[in-house]
């Protein structure tokens, strides 16, 4: 047999098929998982290391977040990542402060809330309740409603950044958080602070706000009342006034009048009640206002 020529042969295994590579699996696609909760102290958001019972703080929203929660219920936060938080009276020692972010992630503060010291008399008797007559029947269940319908008014006030100034100056005749105990039994604490001040003197803004109840005539209780929304979820009441000077719904600013100081509804004397709540947490007016201003 004559041998096959060499061009023949590379010619014959050019004509054989190469074998067809092997199937590539596609990517295998990892879902992102978001970093681990992590636990944070208070200055992360801002705030002091201790907070207070019946106080009130500012802070500022890390980076990123979406929502804020204190004990479950939301916080505002602000564009500029600025909130508001207070506490009432009687608030728990220990809260949580919850951030989730963008990335799926979680902040969480444990806050402290010290006690305040709350004046506290003791007295052995029982209190002597008054029998409520049918006029103060009659009345009071629309003036509650009232006021509970302007404390829900929200607005677009930035009081809540500022710092606030007293509305009345004079001699602190009440304070925030007082109480009675009447033998053994706790009556109700005394929900703002009271200036006494003699009727007409005036009583201003003491911060920007726009007016969400002015009670005239008065109610049978805080007599002609006055209830400003700072915005944020907190809002200043004035009770007692002997004239409202500005009408629901006006915009007005730090230090304009707003109504001058009296004795109506039921009070002993003429004086300023100013009270102020947080989403309805009673809060402590004086701390906000800093140091009476002298004369």
């Known amino acids: 047999m004559r041998p096959i020529p060499l061009s023949i042969l590379l010619l014959l295994c050019g004509c054989v098929s190469a074998p067809a590579p092997a199937p590539v699996a596609p990517p295998v696609e990892r879902p992102v998982l978001p970093p681990p909760p992590e636990l944070v102290s208070a200055a992360r958001f801002g705030l002091p290391a201790t907070l207070r019972q019946g106080g009130l703080a500012l802070g500022q929203a890390p980076a990123g977040t979406l929502r804020l929660t204190l004990d479950g219920a939301p916080v505002h936060v602000a564009d500029d990542g600025r909130f508001l938080i207070a506490f009432d009276r009687d608030a728990k020692p220990q809260v949580t402060l919850v951030a989730a972010l963008a990335n799926g992630g979680t902040l969480t503060a444990p806050l402290t809330v010290a006690a305040g010291a709350w004046r506290i008399e003791r007295l052995p008797t029982l209190r002597k309740v008054p029998v409520p007559d049918a006029d103060f ?159």
């Open 137 to 295: 029947a009659r009345r009071r269940p629309a003036e509650l409603a009232r006021i509970v319908a302007a404390r829900a008014r929200t607005s677009d006030a930035a009081g809540w950044r500022q710092r606030f100034v007293w509305p009345a100056t004079g001699r602190i005749s009440g304070l925030f958080g007082a109480q009675r105990i009447y033998a053994g039994q706790p009556g109700s604490y005394h929900g703002g602070v009271d200036v006494a001040r003699p009727t007409g003197a005036p009583v201003v803004a003491p911060a920007d706000g726009v007016v969400t109840l002015a009670a005239d005539p008065p109610f049978t209780l805080e007599g002609r009342l006055l209830i400003l929304d700072h915005g944020n979820g907190l809002n200043s009441a004035f009770l007692h006034l002997s004239r409202i000077d500005v009408r629901v719904g006006e915009h007005v600013r730090q230090g304009q009048l707003i109504g001058r100081v009296g004795s109506t509804g039921r009070a002993t004397g003429p004086h300023l009640h100013w009270a102020m709540t947080w989403n309805g947490a009673r809060t402590d007016p004086q701390p906000v206002a800093g140091a009476m201003p002298a004369g």
